[in-house]
């Protein structure tokens, strides 16, 4: 361990810029390793680290209080926290993080966590609207599910990506009516790609939602400063008290525009070992990055550039990052973690392995969608790449398993509760311009559809 | 049709002709009574294969990785009505379907998650740790009785009466039908035992018969339960509905039948090789009496250690699965050797020390797949109870007989008897 302490790896200050998931899954993990020096996080939001998955669920259907979802800690941190301020810049040269109150923040070494934020209603007059919502951080939770407890008639929901569809199966659950607006021709499809998202078109119709595809809303209407409705591009109308703009995320990267670093809209990207390039390729040895707000090389992808909105990753790769920081060279690890991440509407839980958008080709290899239960298996050039189960999740292990071996596609036969007549079929995975909503996965490279490399930033 | 990956086996083909190869005999001398009380070793041996085909035709897995692929692997069926032998051993009763445990997707779903609402989450959250405090206060009366005896059995005198009080107020069963209860438990776990040289007729006949008659029992009861409900799993089981309906009457049966019997056996064995295993290691105990907040860690560690399934003989491929090499036929029988996959040295460094700090424990005491253990929630707080109070409540225990006298059943495996002896205070 001396060699360790001699060239600083233990001691020392970090700065982990992000104060949630990732960031405090890889502050623990920092002390865990045996960090001994100073550490502090940067968090701009007001308060401690909380967990987002139950606010677009059990915080709506009022189950849960906004306040209540705080993250556990898995141990004391004795970390200096500086909370209810942003990050508006990166010295690199000069080592520091520079904080909106004008405090500048020295590291020896600096994590990158700052994750992504609503992508808001691009009209600024009609986001202002009394009545029009997000759904990203606690607050916005809370207001939305004070809004939903005062009944108002009508919900629009604006994209039909996963937090969109779990909105509006609140507001279902909750009996209220609902309009789901999705610009591409049904929802989940640019997370799932078509086939699953024509299972889910007819689930959510099944439960009563109002779902519009292939239309956009053009403007949001208002009276007196309140929402009364909207305009579609169909021309049609429609009023409703309150709209959910779910236009997907945007990478919190606009503090490291001048730094240097290799950070723009489609996120921070490093190496396998989580450290940042720098914008001529080269890699730092100093500043790291997980989470949301990363992309990096995923061997099981063609060594694309990928950047996952998953919890899953973001403590993953928060963990490999934080040993990463601390370790020498030849014990240094890769962030290798197969995607994952879960999502439960409409009674249904849907959890997913692997890429479902790196795919050609998709087949039901279990289940049946009539029956509430399926297990979808997504292959590319004949190899398996993911796996997407809905009330089966208990089988995806085998499917990891399948992934990571680079198995054939289709799969063998064999499988329990499979139906005999299913084919592979195209995945019909959309090019994501077509899109309401940002995708949850944003493939940035150059396979396995070249129409990916186009995701841009802005609505 | 010749298997072309089955002659890179690591064990020889078999030959009808020849004397079968060691390895080909390993089930036969793993169910061997005489190696009951320390069948580590040829786990040990099944590990140097990975896969070992036996003289009769069954595969057996004992490695870590490969068992848990295969766990979680739906090719592999848990229905025996697969094989392409039937083992009348395995069947249900005549007329009556397989519980869900030997049951496949979807109706194994169907069946479990109808048997989990009134048990567990996401219906029932609460129901295992509402029985905290009852369980507690039957460990310690019966921790208490045994406080001026001089000797006593573990088994008859704690071990067997905790979790089979438990489960038949769970369910909903009178204390006056224990006794009853158990001779049929008894008879059916027999049934299904492997006893080489032996004709298993008479003895599967009655298990069968037992199994029917617990059956009979079970419905019978519910039916009384559905006209007046008593709050308890049977009630609900026969009145509450969800989405997918209600189990029939005889699902209701063999269900019932099946959570009594796991119920049952299986937390007596956890809880007697718990005992045995702290006393043979003095050191856990001492530590575990200073430390009772350890308990829970210490019990996932005695579950891998001391698993009270040894192995899953029920399982058949439903295609040629192919596993370390090994091509496994469809509708062969299959066995998982999970007691051998948890002392995988690739798994668990140093798997033949109990360590009740074991980190990283992710065991095969409750198997693992979508047949992992229902009742594993209650197993573990009772077998975490039944410790603590013990160690608690009973100093200078020591063994009277090492190795105990053990019950018959290879795969249940565990002391018919535990004696003990105290010092007297």
């Known amino acids: 361990m001396s060699s360790e302490t001699r060239d600083g790896r233990r001691d020392g200050r970090i700065v982990i810029v992000g104060a949630s998931l990732a960031g405090l899954r890889a502050a623990e993990t920092l002390r865990d390793e045996g960090f001994e020096g100073e550490l502090t996080l940067v968090g701009d939001e007001p308060r401690l680290p909380y967990d987002r998955p139950p606010l677009s669920k059990q915080v709506l259907l009022g189950k849960a209080g906004a306040e209540d979802c705080g993250l556990p800690g898995r141990r004391a941190l004795d970390a200096r926290w500086r909370l209810g301020v942003s990050a508006t810049g990166l010295d690199p040269a000069g080592k520091s993080v520079v904080l909106a109150d004008g405090e500048r923040l020295p590291f020896d070494r600096l994590l990158i966590a700052t ?200 403590v993953a790769q928060a963990e490999v990052a934080a040993h990463n920081m601390v370790s020498p060279g030849p014990l240094r690890r890769p962030h290798l973690a197969v995607p994952s991440f879960w999502s439960s509407q409409f009674g249904l839980s849907v959890k997913s392995v692997g890429v479902p958008t790196f795919s050609d080709q998709v087949v039901i290899a279990q289940g049946s969608p009539e029956d509430r239960r399926l297990v979808a298996v997504y292959g590319y050039r004949g190899r398996i790449t993911a796996a997407v189960t809905v009330n089966r999740a208990k089988w995806l292990e085998h499917y990891q398993r399948l992934i990571e071996t680079a198995a054939p596609f289709p799969p063998g036969p064999g499988a329990a509760d499979r139906l ?28 396995p559809d070249r129409r990916l490399t186009l995701i841009r930033p802005g609505g | 049709m010749p298997s072309p990956s089955l002659s890179s086996s690591p064990s020889p083909s078999p030959s009808p002709s020849s004397s079968p190869s060691s390895s080909e005999t390993l089930f036969r001398r793993i169910t061997d009574y005489a190696h009951r009380a320390d069948p580590y070793p040829l786990y040990a041996e099944l590990r140097e294969h990975k896969v070992a085909r036996q003289e009769d035709g069954k595969y057996l897995v004992g ?69 905290r405090g009852d369980i507690t206060r039957i460990a310690e009366q019966l921790a208490d009785g045994l406080r001026d005896k001089e000797r006593f059995d573990l088994v008859d005198d704690f071990a067997f009466p905790l979790p089979v009080t438990v489960i038949c107020d769970l369910l909903g069963v009178p204390s006056g039908d224990i006794p009853q209860v158990h001779t049929w438990a008894d008879t059916v776990v027999t049934g299904l035992d492997f006893t080489p040289g032996e004709d298993p007729g008479p003895r599967r006949r009655a298990a069968q018969e037992a199994r029917a008659a617990m059956g009979l029992y079970l419905g019978e009861l519910a039916e009384k339960r ?10 609900a089981l026969a009145n509450d509905g969800g989405p997918d309906g209600q189990l029939t009457q005889e699902e209701l049966m063999v269900s019932t039948v099946l959570l009594l019997i796991a119920g049952h056996e299986t937390t007596v064995n956890l809880i007697t090789n718990g005992m045995l295993t702290l006393l043979r290691n003095p050191e856990a105990l001492e530590r575990l009496r200073a430390e009772p907040e350890l308990m829970p860690r210490a019990v996932e560690e005695l579950l891998r250690y001391e698993p009270p399934v040894q192995f899953l003989p029920q399982r058949t491929p439903l295609a040629d699965i192919e596993v370390a090499g090994v091509t496994i036929p469809e509708g062969v029988p299959l066995v998982l050797v999970l007691a051998s996959g948890n002392r995988d040295p690739l798994r668990f460094p140093d798997p033949d020390r109990f360590d009740p700090d074991r980190k990283d424990n992710q065991h095969f005491g409750f198997g693992s797949g979508i047949h992992n253990c229902f009742g594993a929630p209650l197993a573990r707080l009772e077998t975490q109870i039944a410790l603590t109070t013990l160690i608690s409540r009973l100093d200078g225990s020591r063994l009277l007989e090492d190795p105990p006298e053990y019950r018959n059943s290879p795969v249940l495996r565990g002391p018919r008897h535990l004696p003990l002896a105290q010092a007297q205070r």
């Open chain 2, 226 to 235: 559905r006209r007046q409900p008593t709050g308890d799993m049977l009630s």
């Open chain 1, 115 to 314: 994750g992504t934020r609503a992508r808001p209603w691009p009209v600024p007059g009609e986001a202002a609207l009394e009545g029009v919502f997000t759904v990203r951080t606690s607050d916005d939770a809370d207001r939305l599910a004070t809004a939903l407890d005062a009944g108002p008639r009508r919900v629009l929901v604006i994209g039909a990506g996963f937090t969109g569809s779990e909105v509006a199966s609140a507001c279902r659950e909750r009996g209220l009516e609902v309009t789901v607006a999705e610009r591409g021709r049904a929802p989940l499809i640019g997370a799932l790609g078509g086939t699953v998202g024509d299972w889910a078109t007819k689930l959510q119709r099944a439960h009563g939602v109002d779902l519009r595809c292939g239309v956009t809303v053009t403007a949001l209407k208002g009276s007196g400063g309140r929402l009364t409705g909207a305009e579609f591009s169909d021309g049609s109308r429609l009023e409703a008290d309150v709209a959910v703009v779910c236009l997907g995320a945007v990478r919190n990267t606009e503090w490291l525009a001048d730094s240097g670093l290799a950070a723009g809209p489609r996120g921070v990207a490093c190496d396998a070992g989580c450290r940042v390039f720098t914008m001529y390729g080269i890699v730092t040895d100093d500043v790291f990055v997980a989470g949301d707000v990363a992309r990096f090389p995923h061997p099981l992808f063609e060594y694309q550039l990928i950047a996952l909105e998953h919890w899953g990753n973001a």
């Open chain 1, 420 to 447: 005999a007549d299913l084919e592979p079929v195209p995945s019909d995975v959309p090019d994501p311009r077509v899109l309401t909503h940002g995708p949850t996965v944003a493939l940035t490279g150059h396979l």
């Open chain 2, 63 to 131: 490695t870590y990785d490969e068992i848990a692929a295969l766990l979680h692997d739906p090719r592999v069926s848990s229905d025996v009505r697969n094989r392409t032998e039937p083992d009348p051993a395995l069947l249900p009763p005549e007329g009556l379907p397989p519980a869900f445990i030997g049951r496949d997707d979807p109706e194994h779903d169907r069946l479990r998650r109808l048997a989990m609402r009134p048990f567990g989450p996401p219906h029932s959250p609460g129901r295992v740790d509402a029985l």
